[in-house]
């Protein structure tokens, strides 16, 4: 079961790593919501920290 786990999220890392390195649509979308995620996390993690 653990090594079905691990396959799956290679899977799922080929994927995302797909995305990443062609010139689709999307591309532009997904980056910009990683962007988004990142702040959100670091501005979440200023207010804990403060």
Known sequence: ME???VA???D???TMADY???DGPAINAIIV???DAFYEAAVDQQVDST
């Open 3 to 5: 090594a079905e786990a």
């Open 8 to 10: 799956d999220n290679q």
């Open 12 to 14: 799922a890392h080929n």
């Open 20 to 22: 990443f390195f062609t």
């Open 33 to 35: 919501a990683l962007a």
